[in-house]
């Protein structure tokens, strides 16, 4: 691939990623529908728990957290599981 070329399509790539995050942006700032994968912070305002109540969680092994570049994430459809497996008793 010629060099041209390469900055063609990494050009290419920015302007998705920027109407992306710009369609992102513009829905409900407080939804979390459009996203799979939530921070720490967003994770526990989903669950309506802390971020500390969400750590023990992760420690007890009630979930299950991917790690980038030092920060967590949890996929927002495991969360939904785990409430939807939550019995009240």
């Known amino acids: 691939m010629a060099k041209s070329e390469r900055s063609e399509c ?3 790539l ?6 992306e ?12 529908d459009q996203l799979v994968w939530l921070s720490t912070k ?3 305002k989903y669950l ?6 969400l750590h023990i969680m992760v420690i007890r092994g009630h979930l299950r957290p991917r790690k980038f570049r030092n920060r967590l994430f949890f996929r927002r459809i ?6 939807e497996s939550s019995v009240y008793e």
């Open 78 to 83: 495991e969360l939904e599981r785990l409430i």
């Open 14 to 19: 920015v302007s998705v990623f920027r109407v």
């Open 10 to 12: 990494c050009e290419r």
């Open 42 to 44: 967003e994770a526990a």
């Open 21 to 32: 995050i710009a369609t992102v942006s513009e829905s409900n700032v407080g939804s979390h």
């Open 48 to 53: 309506r728990k802390t971020v500390n109540a």
